[in-house]
């Protein structure tokens, strides 16, 4: 179903075409059953996507390049190492889970490779309630007081040099000043930080979720979760 999808965005669905892009062979026994399933119609060698074949594919890419963003995001693995771990995430995520990931990460619209990732409910719902649940620290406005959710960065001193201030997962900061120079206050010290550090610093900011009216199930979860 998910080699579908892809083939579906190549607005090249053929069996001819699966056949090359998977890495088993579609014999006619598959066929059978996936026509039987209700998932796809066979019109000769074209295949065509029934809704609930097309549900059922969209939800599996959704949870794998929602996985890719997640582990390259947060966790900064590279793209030839997150393809295994996707794969894995896509077959044992519930929905709901899924899309608890989605809003954690801002409701991404592309995959680390480029690819549109399908839309969630989750995502139809924050354009009308909230933008992000998670923004880049460098978004936040002066005088706010907000709680790290990750650091993404690739440099190992300036994570040292953020953990020596006590800034790291789960800790509180407020945004003192951001011009000339951005500076942060954690308990009682102040901390000047390069603008580009604070593109990599990514809070909860659970203000701007009351304001949009985040429904309280879900920011508590959230909290529970330390997020």
């Not at 959704?62 to 793209?79: F, I, N, S, T, W």
């Not at 990460?105 to 933008?131: D, F, N, Y």
């Not at 201030?165 to 308990?187: D, T, W």
């Not at 990599?200 to 959230?222: A, D, M, S």
């Amino acid at each position: 179903m998910e080699a579908l999808w892809y083939l579906a965005e190549e607005n090249n669905l053929s069996l001819e075409r699966l056949q090359d892009l998977v890495d088993v062979t579609f014999n006619d026994d598959i066929i059978r059953q996936l026509t039987e399933q209700q998932l796809i119609q066979l019109h000769g060698d074209k295949i065509e996507l029934t809704p609930q074949g097309r549900d059922q594919a969209k939800q599996i890419v959704r949870c794998h390049r929602l996985a890719e963003r997640l582990l390259a995001d947060v966790l900064g693995m590279q793209l030839k190492e997150m393809e295994q771990g996707a794969c894995e995430f896509e077959h044992i995520l519930a929905a709901e889970i899924v899309d608890s990931i989605c809003t954690l990460l801002g409701h991404p619209s592309e995959c680390p490779h480029g690819l549109k990732i399908p839309e969630g409910k989750c995502c139809r719902q924050a354009r009308e309630t909230v933008t992000s649940a998670i923004v880049p620290l460098s978004r936040v406005p002066v005088g706010e007081r907000v709680k790290v959710c990750y650091i993404n960065t690739k440099s190992n001193s300036r994570i040292h040099k953020l953990c020596h201030f006590g800034i790291m997962p789960g800790s509180y900061i407020k945004v003192h000043q951001k011009s000339p120079s951005f500076v942060l206050q954690h308990e009682n010290t102040q901390i000047a930080l390069e603008q580009d550090i604070t593109n990599e610093i990514f809070v909860f900011y659970p203000e701007e979720k009351k304001e949009v009216g985040l429904p309280l199930r879900r920011h508590w979860r959230f909290r529970r979760r330390g997020y």
